[in-house]
C-alpha cells in the first residue's frame, strides 16, 4: 500500500512532527508491490509524501501549533481538509 492510502490524518501528523522535531534523516518505505511496478510504486509513495508535505507548508506549522496549543484539534482537521479537498 502507499503511504497514507488507508491513515491519512496519521501520515500528516507523522510528518508534521518529524519536521517539528527538526528530523534530517531518510524515510523508510515498507511496501510490497506484487502487483503493481515496483519501480513506479516507489515513484507514487514519494509523490505521495511531498504533496503531504505541500499540505502542511500550505496550512503552516505555526498555524498548526497554535491550534494544538489551544487544543482546538478540530479546527486543525478542518484546517487539513480544506487544504486537501
Keep these: 500500500m502507499y503511504p ?3 491513515h491519512t490524518i496519521e501520515y500528516l ?3 508534521y512532527w518529524l519536521e517539528k522535531m527538526k ?4 524515510y523508510s518505505l515498507d ?3 506484487y ?3 515496483s519501480v513506479q510504486v516507489v515513484r507514487e509513495s514519494f509523490a505521495w509524501i511531498l504533496g503531504l508535505r505541500r499540505v502542511l507548508d500550505k496550512i503552516g506549522y505555526e ?3 497554535q491550534k494544538m496549543e489551544k ?3 478540530v479546527a486543525v482537521t478542518s484546517l487539513i481538509r480544506q487544504m486537501m479537498i
Excluded: C, F, W
Design 31 to 33: 511496501i510490497n508491490p
Design 13 to 15: 501528523e507523522l510528518l
Design 4 to 6: 497514507a492510502s488507508v
Design 35 to 37: 502487483r503493481e511496478d
Design 23 to 26: 528530523y534530517n534523516g531518510y
Design 63 to 65: 498555524t498548526i501549533a
Design 71 to 73: 487544543e482546538n484539534h
